[in-house]
Nanobody
Framework: QVQLAESGGGLVQAGGSLRLSCAASGGTFGAHAMAWFRQAPGKEREFVASISWSGRESIYADAVQGRFTVSRDNVKNTMALQMINLKPEDTAVYFC????????????????????WGQGTQVTVSS
């Protein structure tokens, strides 16, 4: 079972940038498609982006398309989310997630094929 730990959250002004990281331990990181989700106060958790096990394919939620970029390093067992042009509506707790072993990256957006979650990191964007 892979364990996940996010870092890199913080407070940033609108229009600014942040880079989140997700470090994996245990399991076989390269065998899992990975994803980022977020949850804003009073709202349900929502899909942000996912990436294939190889890192060659990725998909994004419409709300972040063109502003966020997901990447992974299967040697360092890490995944990153580069966020630019941040908006106040991006304020949320961001979670990294590992898909089940047989789940493709495009099957993670509902959260039902996620096998492991990180503890989350807070991102706050001020206007």
């Amino acid at each position: 079972q892979v364990q996940l730990a996010e870092s890199g959250g913080g407070l940033v002004q609108a229009g600014g940038s942040l880079r989140l990281s997700c470090a994996a331990s245990g399991g076989t990181f390269g065998a899992h498609a990975m994803a980022w989700f977020r949850q804003a106060p009073g709202k349900e958790r929502e899909f942000v982006a996912s990436i294939s096990w190889s890192g060659r394919e990725s998909i994004y939620a419409d709300a972040v398309q063109g502003r966020f970029t997901v990447s992974r390093d299967n040697v360092k067992n890490t995944m990153a989310l580069q966020m630019i042009n941040l908006k106040p509506e991006d304020t949320a707790v961001y979670f990294c997630a590992a898909g089940n072993r047989n789940s493709a990256y495009w099957q993670l957006n509902s959260g039902t094929n996620v096998g492991a979650w990180g503890q989350g990191t807070q991102v706050t964007v001020s206007s």
